[in-house]
């Protein structure tokens, strides 16, 4: 795997220098091509500036950041670099399709690619229906999809996101977390910035936590968790015998901790019981 | 079909919210000159018909700039959509430059028809006659202790002279004044008779000529013939197509400027003092009698070439305010912000 975004001794400061506020202390960091990096922090601890200096929307006060071995704000990096920011879209008068034909356009797709690349992404992400509607009589899930789309487009090798499932039903999100899977397997660096933590420990291979702009954790997802506990998950016993297998545990040495009956995860009700508008089962209306 | 270019799309909205505004202030302009006509003896007046038709075009440039100004957040500060639009527009002016593009095609689309419509409906001249200003070499006062002028003629055909002078307070008893015209010692049928100042007295031409004299007969009004009020007009030269597409061109001016001082005001302010910088700007242009809107209608109601006279002038010093702006706005990069 090859370095995607390296940052060295990285600090913003905003406000002049009788009030300056630390965004981001000076920060090392280097994330790899193929990799899906959450971002995680409270509010204000400098996920956003992080993000939008990889962007090159924000001039780091010291310290410099690459993205593919050159400056965020590069040319090359308009394309090969996406941002998928957490306000409004742009240009809300325009429709999906519109939205997307403009932002093909401005990256530099011919209009076939860009309007099949389009269709690809408005199919994936759920936005046919929507038609010709201006995209900002969208619901909040809707913007966020199209964002994301639009962010797809120029089929970026580093994905920026900041909040990608906030507002999205478990449908958009299931969806938008497959994609992302998708693109960090095709060679992609995904951030992702999320207060979601179950999202970030499903998704992401490694975290970054920030806290009042200062790099506090930073590793594999996998280590960062470890524990020296181990789960037994045992399936078709009886009662009886998993008090047996409890006072065998307990006789090796062992202390049982609890003995639960495992749940499902509330995702699996929700799908069983809800179904999506978006993707209404056959026979639903009554003529398939 | 998608506009896919940051000017198509803004262009296309621009035309959008403005088409039915400027139909419906072309209609009523138009109302209140069939119900109010302007005349002057029998003739029709169309130069005085200028502030009811600079009334659609006003409505036309204000609309298209507030639309610009609300769709494009590279125009302000702390606008929902900013940084996709400048990481998709890292020029010096973030696709403002493109956006205002987007703006004066848009307007050229909406008042080009009217430019070309409104004068014929107006009755103003189907064509523009070479014009040219008479000029003496010598005191331009008409009166009993300086009795004649002369005038060089160009070497035209000559078809009509219009005298429009200045009067001065009357010696003595007031009694209008009489002015006998010749042409090469050749006095031409009726004497003019100015009674008031800025006076028009329109007479034909004999269609050739070296020299015209202008000479007092009688009166106690002494008369100034100041650059400008001597004219003497030719055969037709241009269709008032061209004068029309000409006025067009010359109307995107003040629109220019307003979006230009947008968007240097848009580096620092957000989205209402930019909206009121433009509207002050498009204002004090369009009804201040700064740049060339005013001097365009007219001239182009008169049936003068518009790229004569004192209408490019005024267009010149408004294009120089517009780029001036618009190069600082590109020196004045946005600060960054949280």
Known sequence: MATAISVQQLAVTFGGRRAPVHALHPLDLTLETGRIVGVLGPNGSGKTTLLRVLAGLQHPTGGNATILGEAPDSARNRVRVAFQPEEPLPLGVLSAPEFLAWVGAELGLSNAESDARAARWLDRLELRHAGNRASRTFSTGMQKRLQLAAALLGEPEVLLLDEPTSGLDPFGSEVVMTILRERAAAGACVVMASHHLLEVEEICDEVVVLHGGRLCARGALGELLATDAHALVVRGLGDADLQALAGDAKARGGEIVRIERPRDHLFALFRRFARSPRNPTPGDDGRA | ?338
């Open chain 2, 1 to 338: 079909m998608a506009a896919r270019d940051l000017l198509a799309v803004t262009g296309r909205q621009c035309v959008r919210w403005a088409a039915l505004p400027t139909l419906l202030a072309a209609a009523a302009g138009l109302g209140w000159l069939r119900a109010f006509p302007i005349r002057l003896g029998n003739e029709q007046a169309p130069a005085a018909a200028s502030p009811a038709l600079l009334l659609p075009i006003a409505v036309a440039m204000t609309v298209v700039v507030v639309a610009a100004l609300r769709l494009w957040p590279g125009f302000s500060l702390r606008r929902p959509g900013k940084d996709l639009a400048e990481r998709l527009h890292r020029g010096r002016l973030g696709g403002c430059g493109r956006a205002t593009l987007g703006v004066l095609a848009a307007q050229f689309a909406l008042t080009l028809p009217l430019t070309l419509l409104l004068p014929w409906l107006c009755g103003a001249p189907t064509a523009v006659r070479a014009r040219v200003e008479l000029a003496t070499s010598t005191r331009p006062l008409l009166f009993a202790d300086t009795p004649t002028l002369s005038f060089g003629l160009p070497s035209m055909e000559l078809h009509e002279l219009q005298l429009r002078p200045l009067a001065m307070l009357p010696r003595g008893t007031f009694q209008p004044t009489r002015v006998g015209v010749r042409v090469d010692d050749r006095a031409l049928g009726t004497d003019a008779t100015f009674a008031e100042t800025r006076q028009l007295q329109v007479m034909p031409l004999p269609g050739d000529g070296a020299r015209l004299e202008l000479a007092w007969v009688e009166g106690t009004l002494p008369l100034v013939f100041a650059p400008g009020a001597v004219v003497v007009l030719g055969p037709p030269r241009h269709g008032m197509l061209g004068n029309g597409a000409i006025a067009a061109l010359l109307l995107l001016l003040p629109t220019f400027v307003a979006m230009a001082l947008a968007t240097l005001c848009g580096r620092v302010a957000g989205l209402p003092t930019v909206l009121a910088v433009a509207a002050i700007a498009l204002f004090v242009q369009l009804f201040g009698e700064l740049g060339p809107s005013s001097p365009t209608m007219l001239a182009l109601l008169r049936g003068h070439w518009l790229l004569a006279g004192d209408v490019f002038p005024a267009a010149l010093a408004s294009l120089g305010v517009g780029s001036v702006a618009m190069i600082a706005a590109m020196l004045l990069r946005p600060r960054p912000r949280r």
